[in-house]
């Protein structure tokens, strides 16, 4: 099982970034798909995640709103736009399946800052 996150970046308050999280080894389609967070100094958080068709998803209330999750099976990946970013949006985002202990990705820095 691998997760590989790309997206992430320097950007301004109210910017926006889209992450992508291209995963293998396991049939994709058939699992509930997270992102998480981590900010400096703060315990990893659950922002958002999405059901296995994609028609179904949840949001951490700091992030609802502004973040959509989406996934495309056919490509193995899920994504996370993230739209209005603040400072307090500035960690190093993951994806995993949810409530699987999976070894964590690489994960992508997400900075939002003037």
């Known amino acids: 099982v691998q997760f590989v996150e790309s997206g992430g970046g320097l950007v301004q308050p109210g910017g926006s970034l889209r992450l992508s999280c291209a995963a293998s080894g396991f049939t994709f389609s058939g699992y509930i798909m997270s992102w998480y967070r981590q900010a400096p100094g703060k315990e990893r958080e659950l922002v958002a995640t999405?059901?296995?068709?994609?028609?179904?998803?949840n949001y951490a209330d700091s992030v609802k709103g502004r973040f959509t999750i989406s996934r495309d099976n056919a490509k193995n990946t899920v994504y996370l736009q993230m739209d209005s970013l603040k400072a307090e949006d500035t960690a190093v985002y993951y994806c995993?399946?949810?409530?699987?202990?999976?070894?964590w990705g690489q994960g992508t820095q997400v900075t939002v800052s003037s």
């Open positions: 999405i059901n296995t068709a994609g028609l179904s998803t």
């Open positions: 995993r399946r949810r409530s699987h202990a999976d070894a």
